[in-house]
């Protein structure tokens, strides 16, 4: 009998079809994996595909109060850190800034659910933190016990979350570290620093509520760095000149935009007065001189905002404090304090020129 060494000779196959049959391998692994997966029985909805989802990447420190954790992370330095954490496991965490928001996406989620059983256009919540792995019991007992649905989590042990966040294909990031989310922007990716409010007070819990600042925000900074570097005159010349111009799209826009078709999807269904979702544009332009241009960019993106309030300079917190959003977008330190002292939880969106004022001052 003759033997024939594997891999030489004529019947050996060539190197594109052992990829071939490597790819085939590979994807028979997927399948079973899947098939697997796909018959275990659940009455928990599964979460959606990321290129289907909405996936809001938040970390532990804007979804929890971890303010004082946070202080023996920095005085006692990262073991100390732990220690107390896995000390602490049974103790629940208390809500941080993006704790409401969350909990409203859920609800959306819930209602989209009854409506699309078999849709995966829904909110993906990822648990995006630079913890040590050791932490996520904690974490878990708290999301447990507050009975969220956030099955995806990213524990990055120090690292940057920025390469997660575009696997995830991330729509929105939330983190309480304004170095991370500058990071993220300049990745491209929709992100703000959350701020707690100072007061205390209660949020719908049937809507969602998302309030966003134009400029910088929405759009692009074109218009503010006119009135920074030339004055409120010519940029009202400019904004009545260019009316007809949609402005750029600035880095909050895909957001909007992804609530504006989870909207649609409610209308579908005759839901326009029950939808779970509500926009505010919330803008120091002045209506007369300088609001046709905002609105007819957004008619022009095939965007519908529920509530556009011009403020012509007044301050944006005690309209806040009637919106009652569940999160505030804007580019403006000051206008996010403002927010933050009469109640509402703001988002900072490091973008445009307005950082450069405000890091120079």
Known sequence: ????????????????????????????????????????????????????????????????????????????????????????????????????????????????????????????????????????????????????????????????????????????????????????????????????????????????????DGDAVLFSDESEQIVKEQGLDRFFEHEQLNENKPLAQGPLKGFLEDLGKLQKKFYAKNERLNCPIRTFLVTARSAASSGARVLKTLRSWGLEIDEALFLAGAPKGPILVKIRPHIFFDDQMFHIEGAQKLGTIAAHVPYGIAQKYHKSA
């Open 1 to 212: 009998a003759t033997s024939s060494m594997s891999g030489s000779g004529p019947d050996a196959p060539q190197p594109d079809e052992a990829a071939d049959a490597g790819l085939q391998e590979a994807e028979q692994d997927w399948a079973a994996a899947k098939a697997f997966y796909d018959n275990l029985v659940s009455k928990k909805p599964r979460p959606p595909k990321p290129q289907h989802a909405i996936t809001v990447a938040v970390s532990s420190r804007a979804l929890f109060d971890l303010v004082e954790e946070r202080r023996i992370y920095e005085e006692q330095g990262v073991e100390k850190y732990v220690e107390y954490q896995q000390n602490n496991e049974n103790v629940t965490l208390k809500p941080g800034p993006a704790f409401h928001f969350v909990k409203a996406l859920e609800h959306v989620n819930a209602r989209l659910l009854e409506l699309y059983p078999d849709d995966e256009e829904r909110f993906d919540i990822v648990l995006m933190t630079n913890n040590h792995a050791q932490v996520g019991v904690r974490l878990i007992n708290s999301i447990n016990h507050y009975g969220l649905t956030i099955e995806r989590f990213c524990m990055t042990g120090g690292k940057s979350p920025i390469g997660y966040l575009t696997a995830y294909l991330t729509n929105l990031y939330l983190s309480a570290d304004s170095e991370k989310v500058q990071e993220a922007i300049e990745a491209g990716i929709a992100s703000a620093t959350m701020f707690t409010a100072n007061k205390d007070v209660t949020y719908s819990d049937t809507q969602l509520r998302v309030a966003f």
